[in-house]
């Protein structure tokens, strides 16, 4: 499904546009179907970001309000543990995003 993984690699290049741009922000990675070549129109996208020190909860809500027509739908995990992630509902597609030290 060529068309679909053109779609969703473009939705998570614009998606992720808010979080690249906290000075934090280490490293970004497409994981995943959407990575593999391998997804279809049941696809989400699954993308992971890398930082020395986990961005705030601030940052985080600054980013997702900055991501036009996103909306949140749990957040999970625990930042004092170096990860949490993100569900992300965003033009109909389920995002999940993935936000971790390098340490961990």
Same mark, same amino acid.
Request: proline residues 4%; hydrophobic residues 35%.
């Given at each position: 499904?060529?068309?679909?993984?053109?779609?969703?690699?473009?939705?998570?290049?614009?998606?992720?546009?808010?979080?690249?741009?906290?000075?934090?922000?280490?490293?970004?990675m497409?994981?995943?179907?959407?990575?593999?070549?391998l997804?279809?129109?049941?696809?989400?996208?699954?993308?992971? *970001?890398?930082?020395?020190?986990?961005?705030? +909860?601030?940052?985080?809500?600054?980013?997702?309000?900055?991501?036009?027509?996103?909306?949140?739908?749990?957040?999970?995990?625990?930042?004092?543990?170096?990860?949490?992630? +993100?569900?992300?509902?965003?033009?109909?597609? +389920?995002?999940? *995003?993935?936000h971790?030290?390098?340490?961990?």
């Amino acid at each position: 499904m060529q068309d679909r993984a053109h779609y969703l690699l473009g939705l998570v290049k614009r998606s992720v546009k808010p979080y690249v741009a906290n000075p934090k922000t280490r490293a970004v990675m497409v994981t995943g179907s959407l990575a593999e070549g391998l997804c279809d129109e049941y696809s989400d996208c699954d993308v992971m *970001f890398y930082y020395d020190k986990l961005p705030t +909860e601030a940052e985080l809500a600054r980013s997702r309000q900055h991501n036009r027509g996103a909306e949140l739908v749990e957040i999970l995990g625990n930042p004092t543990e170096g990860a949490v992630g +993100e569900t992300l509902c965003i033009d109909g597609v +389920e995002c999940q *995003f993935a936000h971790a030290t390098i340490a961990q």
